[in-house]
């Protein structure tokens, strides 16, 4: 799934070809009207975390969620599409440019008020990638965890606690703070705590404007602590990194036994 640096990236292309521009041509083979119509105005694209927002002077918002398969591409008129047609969930023209949405299974047209009661966007918690995101917020919601004992990976990639973490940053993180990624929130310090977001947060802002992704300093572009390297030496300690898939949505995840020992030497 695209992190949240992927989307805001998305969004500041799609702003150089959009942003301000008269719609020609609005497509959304699977939606109901109403759709933007021709002529309204492309007032601005819009990340929250993981989710990417096109706003509409009529009043409408295409809201989309790229989760495992989607991806937002960039053409001009007459150009070939990197994707087939079948695949275009939506289309935004105005002149000289498209922005094509492909395979997203998140493609609504809102209107600003339910952009506003939307059950999952008014629900976000602060988004990390923001220059100064709130992180006392993120803590709160954090500690109102329902489940004390979820893994700090499930944890982490919850939005609503904080906006924009992905499996990658995910076990980087933990890596850099030797914390099991399955060690239960209730066993993490409020300390580290904050320190996961904190890092998770300069990481995804660093990596804004770079598409091969970056977590070691000084490093290659590319190159990162620990994400997909299963197998691979450990870049402090080089033992072989280990990978299982945690949490109730068995998501992958990376790290180091011996630089994130369990807690309690379990």
């Not at 007032?43 to 706003?55: C, F, P």
């Not at 914390?179 to 947060?201: F, I, K, N, Q």
């Not at 290659?220 to 990194?241: H, L």
């Amino acid at each position: 799934m695209p992190e949240g640096d992927t989307i805001h990236r998305a969004a500041a292309r799609m702003r150089t070809v959009l942003a301000g521009r008269e719609l020609e041509r609005f497509e959304a083979p699977r939606l109901p009207p109403p759709l933007p119509a021709p002529g309204a105005t492309v007032e601005r694209i819009e990340a929250r975390g993981k989710h990417l927002l096109v706003w509409f002077s009529d009043g409408l918002v295409l809201h989309t969620h790229l989760r495992m398969s989607g991806s937002w591409h960039l053409a001009r008129p007459g150009e070939r599409w990197q994707r087939p047609v079948s695949q275009m969930r939506a289309l935004v023209a105005v002149p000289g440019a498209l922005a094509i949405c492909f395979n997203a299974p998140v493609v609504e047209v809102l209107d600003a008020g339910a952009v506003d009661r939307h059950p999952v966007l008014r629900r976000l918690g602060p988004d990390l990638t923001a220059p100064d995101p709130d992180l006392d917020d993120a803590l709160a919601r954090m500690a109102r965890i329902p489940a004390p004992d979820a893994p700090i990976a499930d944890v982490l990639l919850d939005q609503r606690v904080a906006s924009g973490i992905g499996n990658v940053y995910k076990s980087d993180v933990c890596f850099l703070h030797g914390t099991d990624p399955r060690s239960p929130l209730s066993a993490v310090p409020e300390a580290t705590r904050r320190a996961l977001l904190e890092d998770a947060g300069r990481l995804l802002r660093a990596n804004l404007s770079t598409v091969r992704r970056t977590t070691v300093p000084g490093a290659p572009d590319g190159t990162v602590w620990v994400y997909g390297r299963e197998g691979q030496p450990c870049r402090r300690c080089r033992t072989p990194i280990r990978y299982a898939k945690v949490g109730v949505h068995a998501r992958g995840t990376y790290w180091c036994p011996v630089c994130q020992p369990p807690p309690g030497g379990a």
